[in-house]
């Protein structure tokens, strides 16, 4: 895909998550294949000619280190590292915060290290119908929703059920507009956007584009990365 009619594209890069699952490690620099996961992302946004801005938000602790990971890799399109918030939405608004003159945000959980180019350029070619796009796979498990008493109440349809992931891909306008209004507590961006009546358009994502929560899902991510012949 060429680039998106000529327009910048800003990508934030979240990674300042507490890490509570992953024991005393801060996931975002756990070794993946022998280098940080956060470093495997930011290869991925650094490498795809559609991006011209990386923002990477980490925690305060984090903040020193990640500067170091950055200047030892040379990643050029990386202009500010910034600490995030209590909650992952306050992280995602820190990092926008710190935008310029760009017209598409790529938002990326730096957790998520198997990312490929291909879903960064198919969420900005789908954002361009909506202005809002986010990466999805179709839920293979039957689902039950259930009360606070674990009782089953009812059974949707699997076939309407997508797992979201990131990258998630927004017109800077949108994002912007969605978190300045928008302050209830969510889990993704997305949410925000749709909360002020905009249409999200989800796209196929990967089932290998896990999540590293978790000393297990760092075992699988080692298996997966293999799997690609990283």
């Known amino acids: 895909m060429d680039r998106i009619s000529n327009q910048k594209v800003a990508a934030v890069i979240v990674a300042a998550g507490e890490s509570r699952r992953m024991g005393s490690i ?6 993946l294949a022998g280098k ?16 011209d801005q990386i923002i990477v938000v980490v925690s305060k602790k984090s903040l020193e280190k ?18 995030g918030g209590a909650r992952r939405q306050d992280s ?9 003159d760009c017209n598409w945000v790529v938002i990326h959980d730096g957790a998520r290290p198997l990312v490929t180019e291909d879903l960064i ?3 900005l070619a789908e954002g361009k119908e909506t202005g809002a796009a986010v990466a999805a796979v179709p839920v ?12 089953a109440q009812h059974t949707p349809l699997r076939h309407n059920l997508w797992a979201v992931q990131t990258p998630q891909v927004f017109r800077f306008d949108i994002i912007t507009e969605a978190y300045r209004q ?6 993704d961006d997305a949410s925000l956007v749709e909360q002020l009546g905009y249409k999200v358009k989800l796209y196929m994502g ?25």
Not at 182 to 187: C, E, G, L, N, R
Not at 206 to 224: C, G, H, Q, W
């Open 26 to 31: 801060d996931k975002a620099f756990a070794l």
């Open 36 to 51: 940080p996961v956060l470093a495997r992302v930011l290869d991925v946004f650094q490498a795809c000619n559609l991006i």
């Open 66 to 83: 990640c500067q170091q990971l950055v200047a030892e890799h040379g990643w050029s399109k990386v202009t500010d590292i910034c600490p």
């Open 92 to 100: 995602v608004a820190a990092g926008l915060n710190r935008l310029m």
């Open 121 to 123: 350029r198919c969420g």
């Open 140 to 151: 293979k498990d039957t689902i039950k929703v259930a009360g606070n008493d674990r009782l």
């Open 182 to 187: 928008i302050k209830a507590d969510v889990t």
């Open 206 to 230: 990967s089932y290998d584009n896990i999540k590293v929560t978790t000393p297990d899902d760092l075992a699988l991510a080692e298996v997966l990365w293999q799997k690609h012949g990283k």
